[in-house]
């Protein structure tokens, strides 16, 4: 199967927009992607790994979690969700994407299975497993697993972590998770197992506890929490990202340079640090620290795609990420002006675009411009312009991404800020600005 036919095959199958749509493949189960990973050899079994789930932050530190493994001379799976420009970039081996080839190969064996299945699977649980199969495939020493949606019924939980990583805990996906941060917490808190190293992020009192409880329920080997047991000890905007400075209860690591934007991702480089001393049960070298943060990207976070004007791009989907972002571009940008939103974003429960423009600091902007997502679930731009207006912002709606970046750039000037945000869909459309 070749790359082209492979996507064609996995959008036969169920997936998040059909999902939404009021498609569902059954209750929430595991049983599909045991029965074909169980087909495929039980790949996940055959090296350790470190899971992470969180509502904001599990991308960017599941790729410094792999970064600091690998600079540990351990070859590293990483798997992610979703990606910016293409599929491939959800499989990693040592940072390198799956080819297009292997990536056919793949999905091919996947379908040839899957008529021996009790029931069709997933569009992600066919793809989580490709994941596992490929990391076994190639021999890595270790995977770092980001979950996909939630933690208890998500297709990755089918495997144990060594280590579980809880980065944030806000409101998104709902429909899915519950209504309150303590339900979010719950069923983010299932894919700790017995025995392994919890690490917890900046989360607040109410979802931590759930978390705790449910460690303590399974009988998780430790728990360790941002704040408490690890912590920034110095946090400032350098030229081109950041000094960090992290204490841990096994050492203190200085002055590392972290070629990422905003604060928010120097608490989850600080997550990453913990997460991978409880992986080795030791301190990390912290020669190796720097040189694996030196070459850490979180593509569509923050990521600088164009000067004059600085085009700026964040898959922000929800008010606590909007929130991160605004912070980030008042540190770092605030004498940039004047400053464009090019915002668009899917439906679903609880996705307000006034809140998510309010907390993105849409009122100091100059033009809100409303797209649509390249996608089923886009949110009507038009709602997104109202929305802007009733803050009391001018707004505008174009077409597509592509015709919103280039009037934003327009409207920006050779000195101002475009910021693309509100779905990783629409970062990925911007990406070649």
Not at 145 to 165: K, M, P, Q, R
Request: aromatic share 4%; charged share 25%.
């Amino acid at each position: 199967m070749n790359f082209d036919a492979a996507v064609e095959f996995l959008d036969e199958h169920i997936n998040m927009e059909k999902m939404l749509a009021g498609e569902r493949a059954t209750a929430p189960t595991l049983e599909r992607i045991r029965e074909l990973l169980r087909l495929l050899g039980d790949p996940e079994q055959q090296y350790p790994i470190v899971h992470v789930t969180g509502t904001n932050g599990k991308t960017s530190t599941s790729r410094a979690i792999g970064r600091l493994l690998m600079a540990h001379d351990l070859t590293v799976g990483t798997y992610t969700s979703p990606h910016v420009v293409s599929l491939t970039e959800r499989i990693l081996r040592d940072d390198v994407p799956i080819t297009r080839d292997d990536f056919g190969s793949l999905i091919g064996q996947l379908a040839r299975l899957e008529p021996l299945l009790a029931e069709r699977p997933t569009w992600f649980e066919l793809m989580t497993a490709a994941a596992y199969a490929h990391f076994a495939d190639t021999a890595v020493n270790a995977a770092v697993i980001e979950v996909g949606l939630g933690g208890t019924w998500d297709a990755t939980n089918a495997a144990d972590g060594a280590v579980a990583v809880v980065t944030s805990v806000g409101l998104d996906h709902l429909e899915f998770l519950g209504d309150t941060a303590e339900d979010v917490a719950a069923e983010k808190s299932g894919i700790i197992k017995a025995g392994a190293d919890v690490v917890v992020g900046y989360v607040d009192d109410g979802p931590r506890r759930v978390i705790d409880e449910r460690a303590r329920e399974v009988g998780a080997a430790s728990i360790v929490h941002a704040g408490e047991d690890f912590a920034l000890t110095s946090d400032r905007v350098a030229i081109g990202g950041r000094l960090v400075s992290v204490r841990t209860p096994r050492a203190r690591y200085d002055e590392i340079f972290l070629p990422l934007h905003g604060g928010h991702q120097s608490e989850n480089l600080a997550c990453a640090i913990a997460a991978t001393e409880a992986f080795f049960d030791r301190p990390l070298n912290e020669e190796l620290v720097l040189a694996a943060t030196a070459g850490l990207t979180s593509p569509g976070r923050l990521e600088v795609v164009g000067r004059n004007p600085l085009v700026i791009l964040d898959g922000t989907k929800n008010e606590m990420g909007a929130a991160a972002v605004k912070h980030a571009l008042d540190e770092e940008w605030s004498t940039v002006s004047p400053r464009v939103l090019v915002v668009g974003m899917l439906q679903g429960k609880g996705k307000d675009p006034e809140r998510l423009l309010d907390a993105l600091g849409a009122t100091s902007a100059e033009l809100v411009i409303a797209v649509p997502a390249p996608s089923p679930r886009t949110m009507d731009p038009e709602a997104i312009a109202a929305a802007a207006l009733d803050l009391g912002v001018n707004a505008e709606v174009a077409g597509t991404v592509d015709e919103g970046v280039a009037r934003a750039k327009f409207v920006a000037g050779a000195d101002g800020l475009v910021l693309v945000a509100g779905s990783l869909y629409v970062a990925g459309a911007a990406t070649h600005h």
